[in-house]
């Protein structure tokens, strides 16, 4: 399969030719040893984001991007409205604000916290700090790509380790991928496409090993799904010194994905390292920042935020299996399980009955990812799925 770099699938997304090697995936594949690893699976649904012709699409469940149907909280959407009249200034205020209860929360400095709008914008500034003199990063595969299409688009290269069978990193094989040229591990966990978790307590010794060696991302976008998000983060590492950078994101509990808004936990010394050369906090709006102000002194609605999620997912898989699918065991707000038929064509199925949900190939074997939305959203996603396998 050709290896896509980021420019030419956003000039392939213009075009609307449907698919891509945004995530790629070796499962099934040779061991990632060898630098520069090419895409062996894909994300075969129609994209969307970019083609005008589905952005009209009028989609009754809109499962396919892990939103969070319930947000922003009403707490959120009430800061929000009372900061537009402030949107004359430079947020600065309201940033540092942010920060120090960022700071608080995960019990380190505000010295220690880069904010950004998303946590995309934080993948890629960093790969573009760390890569843009070459070097390789070692990531799992399949896992998520944003970082490693950054990197490598600047001239880096992809180190890619399958997952282990039961798709948890393979910390062993991790270890030994890194050499003199590596510039950065990425871990995803939970890992997205496949939602499944690699254990705290091995993962915290690999972070504390490796970061010896090289600088250890962990992207926790959707670490507040699990049971356990404290037992679970690495951000812990932060603060006892080691050279480990922790992303998250506002998008998926807080629900503001479109609002843009993530932060990063990393030593003062990786922090600089990267702002020096690219600003955290001037690509964020007054809305924004107000509104994760007002969202994480909103306790309540994650936790419902979470139990909400855990019934989509139970009710989904219940229904699921008895229609004979199997999903891999999830820890976030979104599923993943083998389908018979081409990703593509099942897509298309799904959306002409108004559901989006995202089709990915993996190791040649076609694969439906649906996100977690209300009850209401998981019954018309399994009455598509009827109609599309039957
Ligand atoms: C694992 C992971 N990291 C990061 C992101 C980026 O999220 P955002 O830029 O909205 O914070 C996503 C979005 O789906 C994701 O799945």
Redesign the pocket.
């Known amino acids: 399969m050709k290896n896509i770099n980021r420019r030419d699938w956003l000039k392939t997304s213009v075009l609307g030719l449907g698919s891509m090697s945004l995530l790629s995936g070796n499962l099934l594949a040779k061991s990632g040893s060898a630098a520069n690893a090419t895409a062996t699976w894909s994300r075969e649904s129609m994209l969307w984001e970019l083609n005008p012709i589905y952005n009209e699409v009028k989609m009754k469940a809109r499962l396919l991007?892990?939103e969070n149907p319930f947000g922003p909280s009403t707490k959120v959407q009430k800061a929000i409205a009372e900061s537009i009249n402030t949107g004359n200034r430079y947020g600065h205020a309201d940033a540092a604000y942010l920060i120090s209860i960022i700071a608080e929360k995960e019990g380190v400095k505000p010295e220690n916290i880069m904010l950004g709008p998303?946590?995309?914008?934080l993948?890629e500034k960093t790969a573009i700090v760390l890569c843009k003199d070459g070097g390789n990063v070692v990531s799992a595969d399949p896992s998520?790509m944003?970082l490693v299409n950054t990197a490598q688009a600047v001239g880096g290269s992809w180190k890619a380790v399958p997952l282990k069978a039961d798709y948890s990193h393979d910390l062993p094989g991790m270890t030994s991928a890194i050499d003199s040229d590596t510039k950065l591990v990425y871990v995803?966990n939970p890992n997205?496409p496949m939602g499944a978790i690699t254990e705290a307590g091995s993962l915290k010794e690999f972070c504390k090993t490796a970061s010896k060696k090289t600088p250890i991302f962990v992207?926790e976008?959707?670490l507040e799904f699990m049971d356990k998000p404290e037992d679970n983060t690495m951000a812990d590492l932060v603060s006892e010194g080691y050279d480990v950078m922790i992303?998250r994101?506002f998008?998926k509990v807080h629900g503001m994905?479109g609002l843009r808004i993530?932060y990063l936990v990393a030593t003062e010394e990786r922090i600089n390292s990267i702002t020096k050369m690219v600003r955290g906090t001037m690509g964020l709006c007054v809305t924004s920042l107000k509104g994760a102000i007002a969202s994480l002194q909103d306790e309540q609605f994650i936790v419902n935020c979470r139990k909400w999620n855990k019934e989509s997912r139970e009710f989904t898989s219940d229904k699921i299996q008895a229609m004979g699918f199997k999903e891999i065991p999830s820890h976030t707000s979104f599923m993943i399980f083998p389908i018979q038929e081409d990703g593509r064509a099942f897509s298309k199925k799904m959306m002409d009955q108004g559901v989006g949900i995202r089709a990915y190939s993996i190791a040649d074997s076609p694969w439906c990812r649906v996100s977690m939305g209300t009850m209401d959203e998981m019954k018309l996603f399994v009455d598509a799925l009827k109609v599309a396998t039957t």
Request: aromatic share 10%; charged share 10%; proline share 0%.
């Open positions: 991007a892990n998303g946590s995309t914008d993948l998520y944003s995803c997205n992207d976008a959707y992303a994101t998008s994905a993530g």
